[in-house]
């Protein structure tokens, strides 16, 4: 077999989901460990104005890829923005942009999905699931195609106590959803969603898992692969240690620890924390690509799946995410912290509602009101969201094999909205 590089030399590679989190160090890291790839095409939709192009333009003018910048200074010639959008019927793609990628592609990425927790169930099957079964009628159309990855998650079967890497049957025949969905309005979906995702605890986990299964069923002769990551944080090593640009997963816990405003959580101290770096992601992604398409004369008979975790090998515990996170902000402390660092993990729910009140509430009041004072705008009561009583709207989770806890925040919260622990 030839090496990883060498495969990918003069192949043509479609990334869908290229300006996400995960889709940006995978397209830096195919072009920097693979200088040999002819072209990569990007699906990326028109946004505030700006159009794919200058939308990637932009992408790749950040730290990223300075590293990249610096060994090819060329490299962006090779990346080609094509104007789609997911949640358009033919992802919204021209006819002639359609007979490009049908005539050229040899390579699939389709990473592009919804991780909110929080999504209304007609949204994260359109972006999750629909989006997916377009990107698979696209795939078959293309005449030189060797190998499809979807990226999916690790808690797309969160509901089992064991996960193997196979494929599950979900509870509800996605067909049959899709077409239920089509006809019901939102109030209805919104009263039917509990019982429709069953033990699933959010749309997240449940669309993804629909996905899977979906690959498995309309793949056909396509060579498919699936790669489960856990919890995706910043970079290990490449291209630099400690890369991020969100708040998603536990990095906005992180900073709101760091910053103070974050003193106690409602948590298991033995639950694992899988956490995975965003970097090792994407090194068994390529190398997943590499892999089933050097065995397209060897395929397996089912579809290929890869769980990126860390838990099962390597436990890290919340406990020591807490003693890392207290340690680590006392010795290189955040420029402008609120206060002192000390995040505490507490399973009991009325010993965390007390230092909610102790730690977050009162402090909050106390500072708003000196803000107040001083004709400034309160801001600390919205931040510290641990202590909202009502209007919560979303929640982070963590998870354990046999157990789970969360904390609700409010809409004013510094980590709201994409917040995610998967």
Same mark, same amino acid.
């Given at each position: 077999?030839?090496?990883?590089?060498?495969?990918?030399?003069?192949?043509?590679?479609l990334?869908?989901?290229?300006?996400?989190?995960?889709?940006?160090?995978?397209?830096?890291?195919?072009?920097?460990?693979?200088?040999?790839?002819?072209?990569?095409?990007?699906?990326?939709?028109?946004?505030?104005?700006?159009?794919?192009?200058?939308?990637?333009?932009?992408?790749?003018?950040?730290?990223?890829?300075?590293?990249?910048?610096?060994?090819?200074?060329?490299f962006?010639?090779?990346?080609?923005?094509?104007? =789609?959008?997911?949640?358009?019927?033919?992802?919204?793609?021209?006819?002639?942009?359609?007979?490009?990628?049908?005539?050229?592609?040899?390579?699939?990425?389709?990473?592009?999905?919804?991780?909110?927790?929080?999504?209304?169930?007609?949204?994260?099957?359109?972006?999750?699931?629909?989006?997916?079964?377009?990107?698979?009628?696209?795939?078959?159309?293309?005449?030189?195609?060797?190998?499809?990855?979807?990226? =999916?998650?690790?808690?797309?079967?969160?509901?089992?106590?064991?996960?193997?890497?196979?494929?599950?049957s979900?509870?509800?025949?996605?067909?049959?959803?899709?077409d239920?969905?089509?006809w019901?309005?939102?109030?209805?979906?919104?009263?039917?969603?509990?019982?429709?995702i069953?033990?699933?605890?959010?749309?997240?986990?449940?669309?993804?898992?629909?996905?899977?299964?979906?690959?498995?069923?309309?793949?056909?002769?396509?060579?498919?692969?699936?790669?489960?990551?856990?919890?995706?944080?910043?970079?290990w090593?490449?291209?630099?240690?400690? @890369?991020?640009?969100?708040?998603?997963?536990?990095?906005?816990?992180?900073?709101?620890?760091?910053?103070?405003?974050?003193?106690?959580?409602?948590?298991?101290?033995?639950?694992?924390?899988?956490?995975?770096?965003?970097?090792?992601?994407?090194?068994?992604?390529?190398?997943?690509?590499?892999?089933?398409?050097?065995?397209?004369?060897?395929?397996?008979?089912?579809?290929?799946? $890869?769980?990126?975790?860390?838990?099962?090998?390597?436990?890290?515990? @919340?406990?020591?995410?807490?003693? *890392?996170?207290?340690?680590?902000?006392?010795?290189?402390?955040?420029?402008?912290?609120?206060?002192?660092?000390?995040?505490?993990?507490?399973?009991?729910?009325?010993?965390?509602?007390? @230092? /909610?009140?102790?730690?977050?509430?009162?402090?909050?009041?106390? $500072?708003?009101?000196?803000?107040?004072l001083?004709?400034?705008?309160?801001? $600390?009561?919205?931040? /510290? *969201?641990?202590?909202?009583?009502?209007?919560?709207?979303?929640?982070?989770?963590? @998870?354990?094999?046999?157990?789970?806890?969360?904390?609700?925040? *409010?809409?004013?919260?510094?980590?709201?909205?994409? /917040?995610?622990?998967?």
């Open positions: 077999m030839v090496n990883i590089p060498e495969y990918y030399a003069g192949k043509n590679v990334i869908s989901g290229a300006t996400g989190f995960m889709g940006k160090v995978l397209l830096e890291k195919l072009l920097r460990s693979c200088p040999e790839v002819r072209s990569v095409y990007v699906l990326v939709r028109s946004k505030a104005g700006q159009s794919p192009k200058t939308r990637i333009s932009e992408m790749i003018n950040s730290k990223l890829f300075e590293k990249l910048q610096q060994d090819q200074p060329d962006a010639e090779k990346i080609i923005a094509v104007n =789609s959008d997911l949640t358009q019927p033919e992802l919204n793609l021209s006819k002639a942009d359609q007979s490009i990628l049908a005539e050229n592609i040899d390579i699939v990425f389709h990473c592009a999905a919804t991780v909110r927790f929080s999504e209304p169930l007609k949204d994260a099957v359109q972006l999750n699931v629909l989006a997916t079964q377009m990107m698979l009628a696209l795939a078959h159309r293309m005449k030189h195609l060797e190998v499809f990855i979807h990226i =999916s998650t690790a808690y797309a079967n969160c509901n089992r106590e064991l996960i193997e890497e196979v494929v599950y979900p509870s509800v025949d996605y067909r049959k959803l899709i239920t969905l089509d019901m309005d939102d109030d209805l979906v919104s009263t039917l969603t509990p019982k429709l069953g033990e699933h605890p959010n749309t997240y986990t449940f669309t993804k898992s629909l996905a899977e299964y979906m690959v498995q069923q309309e793949a056909g002769d396509l060579n498919v692969a699936i790669v489960r990551p856990s919890i995706v944080g910043a970079s090593k490449e291209p630099f240690p400690g @890369w991020i640009d969100n708040f998603n997963g536990p990095s906005g816990i992180f900073i709101a620890a760091g910053k103070g405003i974050l003193r106690t959580m409602r948590a298991s101290n033995n639950a694992v924390a899988d956490l995975v770096p965003v970097d090792v992601v994407i090194n068994t992604t390529l190398a997943a690509g590499w892999y089933s398409g050097s065995q397209v004369l060897n395929r397996p008979k089912s579809i290929p799946v $890869y769980n990126c975790t860390t838990g099962g090998i390597n436990p890290f515990r @919340w406990g020591e995410v807490e003693y *890392c996170i207290n340690m680590s902000f006392k010795t290189n402390p955040l420029e402008q912290a609120f206060r002192r660092p000390n995040v505490n993990l507490r399973s009991n729910p009325f010993t965390n509602q007390y @230092w /909610t009140t102790v730690s977050h509430t009162l402090p909050a009041l106390l $500072y708003d009101g000196y803000l107040t001083m004709g400034r705008k309160p801001r $600390y009561l919205t931040l /510290t *969201c641990v202590s909202c009583t009502g209007q919560s709207t979303w929640k982070i989770t963590v @998870w354990a094999p046999k157990n789970m806890s969360s904390m609700k925040s *409010c809409r004013g919260c510094l980590l709201h909205a994409n /917040t995610s622990t998967s």
